[in-house]
């Protein structure tokens, strides 16, 4: 039987939201049919922002104390939803999903980073999909930073995945020519990684707080563990699909 290519797939809440300011059902209904037609082929672990915009649907918080201990707090009500709505709707693709909370201290003890591989690797065998978040409670880098890039990244490595899936916004990353010219351009194929740093122009996304330069640092964990990183728009439909057909343009960093 063929080893099956193992993809970490990394989705922010722009992606999720769709750019609103509500999660989207129909855009993880669109992963979930993506997943269940590569099943076959494919294994999947998926790195999910999103708990803060689900929370936001529902609360509004008052809080004399810093900016950071709402947002933790969304996250902590958030998060239940985030997961229940995958669990619906990836069972009606017939696949099943597990949660798996993680903090950058996880990835700097032997002990912790063995747990997670093992337990990751279980789940998988059995034909679960993890689906992983930063433990925002207990860590506020990612909330600060990053957007779960890092995070992405740092998992991917560690479990030496097959392949990093970034979903963003953008058709990959631009030449900044074009970007200063209003006709964006996608660098499709990426083989100098320090050349490819300045292209970058720095922004953020309105609901994650990561931008294409935490994605491009993202990308060089992966590529420090010998792990091919694409950069792919995940607003459109099929766009995982669309990539391993080549019938979308984002950015291949080898």
């Known amino acids: 039987m063929q080893k099956k290519k193992r993809i970490l797939l990394k989705v922010g809440s722009n992606t999720l939201t769709k750019e609103t300011d509500n999660i989207s059902r129909g855009k993880i209904e669109d992963i979930a049919n ?14 999910s922002s999103g708990a803060i915009a689900v929370a936001k649907q529902f609360v509004k918080l008052e809080s004399k104390g810093k900016d950071i201990n709402v947002k933790q707090a969304l996250a902590s009500i958030g998060q239940p939803h985030l997961i229940r709505i995958y669990q619906e709707i990836f069972r009606e693709y017939g696949l099943l999903t597990s949660q798996c909370l993680l903090s950058y201290s996880d990835f700097e003890k032997q002990e912790s980073k063995t747990n997670i591989v093992n337990t ?31 995070l ?18 953008t058709n990959g990353i631009y030449t900044k020519e074009s970007i200063e010219s209003n006709a964006p351009k996608t660098i499709e194929i990426v083989e100098d990684f320090e050349a490819l740093k300045n292209e970058i122009v720095n922004s953020k996304s309105s609901h ?33 699909l669309n990539a391993f057909e080549n019938k979308a343009p984002f950015t291949k960093i080898k």
Do not use: R
């Open 208 to 240: 994650g707080s990561g931008g294409m330069e935490s994605k491009i640092e993202a990308a060089s964990v992966a590529k420090n563990s010998n792990i091919e990183t694409w950069i792919v728009n995940g607003l459109e439909d099929n766009f995982i």
């Open 34 to 47: 993506q997943i269940a037609h590569l099943k076959d082929t494919c294994e999947f672990v998926i790195v």
């Open 152 to 169: 992405g990244a740092l998992t991917a490595s560690l479990l030496d995945v097959d392949l990093f899936i970034i979903a963003t916004n």
């Open 120 to 150: 990751i690797n279980v789940l998988v065998s059995n034909s679960y999909i993890p689906i992983i978040n930063e433990n925002d409670t207990v860590a506020t880098d990612e909330i600060k930073f990053g957007d779960n890039d890092k």
